[in-house]
């Protein structure tokens, strides 16, 4: 059983989890000291069952939130086959928002995902042709990214496009990051490669900015500094830091 934060619906929280294809439970991979999906879990997870109390994500077009899930699977507009699962999901009366959230993988050793054949067909509309342009890129081998999994995210911002079209709301991939200081065996991170992260990560906004997902960097720590200034989320705020260190 994970260690949970305080004044977290505990039975909620493995539920996603365990219907998550990730298998971050069984595996232990939850209770690892670097574990990212500790962190978004206790994190979020204080809003499942208060969600008007999650305060509008920085740089986020979106209204007050009706709902907010832990491990929300994006479909693609096909049956069978491997489907997108976001972080979290945020539901507003006018968006979808799909976070994906990074702890530490950005700075280890490059695990790239790839692209089948399957993602090149003509359902992605014309407002998507930036991702798509990405896709193709990073497939021909033109475009690098070394810190950043931008295949992936390709491949989340369809996922949330075909989710959002169908629910007639907008759509929004927020890239939710941390920064952290040292690693768990109290090793430094290193610092150009949390530089190499950020130029990538703003090269990729550029890129895909005018498309119909909205992309959206953010990092963990400006997110923290938000929820503190809500005397409501103090407490759980100050009970991330303890647990997870500093995040940026």
Same mark, same amino acid.
């Not at 809003?47 to 999650?54: G, I, K, S």
């Not at 067909?121 to 998507?128: L, S």
């Not at 079209?165 to 941390?178: N, P, T, W």
């Not at 929820?227 to 260190?245: C, D, M, Q, Y």
């Given at each position: 059983?994970?260690? #949970? @934060?305080?004044? *977290?619906?505990?039975?909620? !929280? @493995?539920?996603? &989890?365990q219907r998550?294809?990730?298998?971050? &439970?069984?595996?232990?991979? #939850? ?12 994190? =979020?997870?204080?809003? &499942?069952?208060?969600?008007? +109390? ?21 479909? =693609?507009?096909?049956? $069978? ?12 009366? /006018? /968006? *979808?928002? $799909? !976070? ?5 993988e950005? #700075? ?5 995902? $790839? #692209? ?22 990073? !497939? ?7 810190? *950043?999994?931008?295949?992936?995210l390709?491949?989340? +911002?369809?996922? !949330?496009? /075909? ?16 920064e952290?200081a ?21 090269? =990729? ?15 963990w720590g400006?997110l &923290? ?9 103090? +407490?759980?705020? +100050?009970?991330?830091?303890?647990? =997870?260190?500093?995040? $940026?």
């Amino acid at each position: 059983m994970p260690d #949970f @934060l305080p004044d *977290l619906p505990e039975a909620r !929280i @493995l539920e996603a &989890l365990q219907r998550a294809p990730g298998n971050e &439970l069984r595996s232990g991979k #939850f209770d690892a000291a670097e574990s990212s999906a500790a962190l978004v879990a206790n994190a =979020f997870g204080w809003f &499942l069952e208060r969600p008007a +109390a999650l305060p509008p994500l920085p740089g986020v077009p979106a209204g007050a939130v009706q709902a907010v899930e832990l491990e929300m699977e994006m479909r =693609f507009p096909w049956s $069978g086959g491997r489907h997108p699962w976001l972080d979290v999901g945020v539901v507003t009366h /006018t /968006t *979808l928002v $799909g !976070i994906e959230s990074k702890r530490y993988e950005p #700075f280890r050793p490059a695990k790239q995902t $790839g #692209f089948s054949d399957v993602y090149d067909r003509p359902v992605w509309g014309p407002n998507m042709a930036r991702y798509t342009a990405m896709a193709q890129a990073l !497939i021909a081998g033109e475009a690098e990214y070394r810190c *950043l999994d931008a295949a992936q995210l390709v491949k989340h +911002a369809y996922g !949330i496009r /075909t989710r959002a079209e169908k629910r007639a709301v907008g759509s929004v991939l927020v890239y939710l990051y941390a920064e952290p200081a040292v690693w768990a065996s109290g090793k430094p991170v290193d610092a150009a490669r949390k530089a190499q992260h950020r130029a990538e990560v703003a090269r =990729f906004a550029a890129v895909v900015a005018g498309d119909e997902v909205v992309f959206v960097p953010l990092c963990w720590g400006d997110l &923290l500094r938000q929820w503190e200034a809500e005397p409501a989320l103090r +407490a759980h705020v +100050a009970a991330i830091r303890a647990r =997870f260190g500093d995040l $940026g």
